[in-house]
């Protein structure tokens, strides 16, 4: 058990050290200035000439958000399009039919807002058509999409009175091509010559030692999963995501993988740091990140390796923790740590089952994500811990008498009015969505029992994750439920929509605000919003705004199921 303590330590040290070098590179990236990869730059220019776009043509905040939504609307209808129809096009060699048109629906916007969210098993409810063309292109435009819309905060937060910030289409194209793309070609390197699939055959057959004849499901499986996490999408290409031997066949690709949906997250902070040229600022907001975290990971770890009392008071042996559920080759320290962070970053790729973890652990799982601001995904984990930082501003600001301020700005009724709405949005869509599924259930307990494997507390749980999942735009889930129903389709569609378009927006506008105002110079009496102080001061709007607002239900779920066992 010590030695996976010392991986799990060593590997996130590693993250960090190599997200420094790389969040200075992303501010090089977006500030246009020299780096190794200009010799893409005849590439870009090619999309921009086929594309019409002038990728020097200066947009305000709102023709940066146009933009942004404008294209988004057209991947929807074209993945809706094309997995409705997918039982009929080419690359199918396993035959799968097409989705439904609630699936489809659902598909097309998991997959759309960067969530993958899935509520179909990957090798029967894709074809590699789909597979690739869809759900692999929109894992790396959404991410994208994510990274763009926090380079345009970037530039507006730079400190100078202007309305001109940036193109989005630069920002874009450059976070595929510099970043996603380069990145993904050594992760999917890796995966392949550790014996990841990468093939575009059909189900491989074999005998296995027990005489049977087996089929086994494989495709385009390494390119898929390099996206997957560095893109913080997490939709597999298999049903048990990394729990799969093909998706992740060993402890070091295990490794590899954790390293890959922790890397661009940890790196954006410390390009905040670069861009804006104030570098304790990037450590303070990456040191209230890590401490949430670490408040969420070690009641995990301690109760994953405890194992179950009931199970002890039977007199099992779990010196190697809490096993049901998990892989060997990863064990439990592994897997509550992947666990942990794929919830917090918004990943959302497993590779244990949620739905078998200790009630305090899927807890923690669960509030990683209610609160959604540390680390969080590709650029939005970023945008979601600003929300929080202008409301500590506001609050700090008042407490000490002075006009809040951020970075030379006033922080006035505006910028406030939204982060709080934004703030608010997220438990309001969890808790909705969740109250309506079981006044649903409760309701309708024949006609809607296939929805819950597990009645009580538990499936409370399992209903409270989904739409948890759905809001944090994570998509890992408590497999118990029954999810591809017309209700779990299309109510979580919605959310999912919601979720992660108003949280852009309210951001982007707030910088785009603050942008435009005049810079306030510096005087003894400013707020520093470096410091250690105001590092605990987010911590604490964070844990009132976001962590309390869910108590309750917490409360009636994996907190009632921990102390009936």
């Known amino acids: 058990m010590l030695t996976q303590y010392l991986g799990v330590a060593v590997l996130f040290l590693f993250s960090v050290l190599t997200a420094i070098p790389l969040g200075h590179y992303i501010a090089r990236v977006f500030g246009n200035q020299r780096t190794w990869t200009d010799f893409l730059a005849p590439l870009e220019r090619l999309l921009y000439r086929l594309s019409g776009i002038d990728p020097t043509r200066q947009m305000n905040w709102k023709q940066h958000l146009q933009a942004l939504l404008t294209i988004n609307l057209v991947w929807f209808v074209y993945a809706f399009v094309l997995l409705f129809t997918q039982g009929a096009l080419p690359l199918n060699p396993d035959g799968n039919a097409s989705q439904s048109a609630d699936l489809a629906w659902n598909t097309a916007i998991s997959f759309l807002v960067n969530c993958n969210i899935q509520h179909y098993s990957g090798e029967s409810g894709a074809t590699y058509l789909t597979q690739m063309a869809v759900l692999m292109f929109l894992q790396f435009v959404t991410a994208a999409t994510g990274i763009a819309a926090l380079a345009v905060v970037f530039e507006a937060l730079r400190q100078r009175t202007t309305e001109q910030l940036g193109n989005f289409w630069f920002f874009f194209v450059r976070s595929i091509t510099r970043l996603l793309l380069p990145l993904c070609l050594l992760v999917a390197s890796v995966l392949v010559f550790s014996g990841t699939p990468n093939t575009l055959q059909g189900k491989a057959e074999f005998v296995s030692l027990e005489g049977d004849t087996v089929q086994v499901s494989r495709g385009p499986v390494a390119a898929f999963v390099a ?306 102080t105001f590092a605990v001061m987010i911590l604490a709007v964070i844990w009132i705004i976001a962590a309390l607002a869910f108590f309750p239900a917490l409360t009636l779920g994996p907190l009632a199921e921990h102390f009936s066992l």
């Open 227 to 532: 996206i997957k996490e560095l893109g913080t999408n997490g939709g597999g290409f298999m049903g048990a995501n990394g729990a799969h031997p093909l998706e992740n066949p060993t402890y070091f690709t295990n490794l590899v993988e954790t390293w890959a949906h922790l890397i661009i997250p940890f790196a954006v902070v410390f390009a905040l740091g670069y861009y804006l040229q104030r570098r304790r600022l990037a450590w303070m907001i990456f040191g209230t990140m890590t401490a949430g975290f670490l408040m969420l990971l070690a009641p995990t770890l301690y109760f994953e390796t405890h194992g179950s009392p009931t199970l002890s008071s039977l007199g099992v042996d779990q010196a190697l923790g809490a096993l049901e559920g998990k892989e060997m080759r990863i064990g439990a320290v592994g897997s509550a740590f992947w666990g942990i962070t794929s919830t917090i970053i918004s990943v959302g790729s497993v590779n244990s089952m949620h739905d078998s973890w200790m009630p305090i652990s899927g807890a923690m799982a669960q509030l990683g994500m209610m609160i959604n601001a540390f680390y969080g995904g590709c650029g939005v984990g970023v945008l979601n811990f600003l929300v929080y930082l202008i409301i500590a501003v506001f609050i700090a600001g008042l407490m000490v008498g002075r006009t809040p301020e951020f970075l030379g700005k006033k922080v006035e009724a505006s910028e406030v009015k939204i982060a709080i709405i934004i703030a608010l949005l997220h438990p309001l869509l969890i808790l909705a969505g969740t109250a309506l599924a079981t006044y649903g259930y409760n309701h309708d307990p024949e006609g809607l029992s296939g929805w819950l494997a597990n009645p009580g507390a538990h499936g409370f749980s399992e209903m409270l994750y989904e739409y948890t999942s759905a809001s944090a735009n994570n998509g890992s889930g408590f497999e118990g439920l029954g999810d591809n129903t017309p209700w779990w389709n299309v109510s979580i569609g919605f959310v999912l929509i919601l979720a992660r378009f108003l949280p852009i927006i309210g951001p982007v506008a707030i910088a785009g605000l603050l942008a435009r105002k005049k810079l306030v110079p510096e005087s003894a009496g400013t707020l520093r919003t470096d410091t250690g």
